[in-house]
């Protein structure tokens, strides 16, 4: 059997996104929005917010209960001052916040005692694309 441990993450992630496509929806601000205050401009990618949700997804599964402070630390960057040095800032939470109501929604996951954790269905819907890559 394989895991998610047993592919890369970023071909694991990029077919999760393919497959989340279909299931949930990504907002109307979402073209517009920074995803952190460390970032001067939105993504350029137009699918940019189904890779974050497989990205949070797989972060979940690696990482066990998961809260929203845990990954805008996970997800900052260092915002840059010009000639000042440069300082570590947390990403933006509304993005991650609405991807997982947004996977909550589809029963992915689920709200622990301290944060959101993996369901079932949602480890089996990793494990299923981790599967496919590998064989």
């Known amino acids: 059997m394989v895991t998610v441990y047993d592919v890369p993450a970023d071909r694991l992630i ?10 949930i929806k990504m907002p109307e601000w979402a073209k517009f929005v920074k995803t952190g205050t460390s970032r001067e401009r939105p993504p350029d990618k137009p ?10 997804l797989r972060k979940i599964y690696t990482d066990g209960p998961v809260g929203i402070e845990r990954l805008r630390t996970v ?9 000042r040095p440069s300082h570590t800032r947390k990403a933006g939470g509304k993005v991650l916040r609405t991807v997982l109501q947004q996977l909550e929604g589809i029963k ?5 005692p301290k944060g959101r954790k993996l369901t079932a269905g949602g480890q089996k ?9 590998k064989g």
């Open 14 to 23: 990029s077919k999760a996104s393919e497959e989340l496509k279909s299931k």
């Open 125 to 133: 819907f990793l494990d299923e694309i981790a599967n496919s890559l």
């Open 75 to 83: 997800y900052g960057g260092k915002k840059n001052f010009g000639s």
């Open 108 to 112: 992915l996951v689920e709200k622990a």
């Open 47 to 56: 699918d940019w917010y189904f890779t974050r949700a497989a990205s949070v």
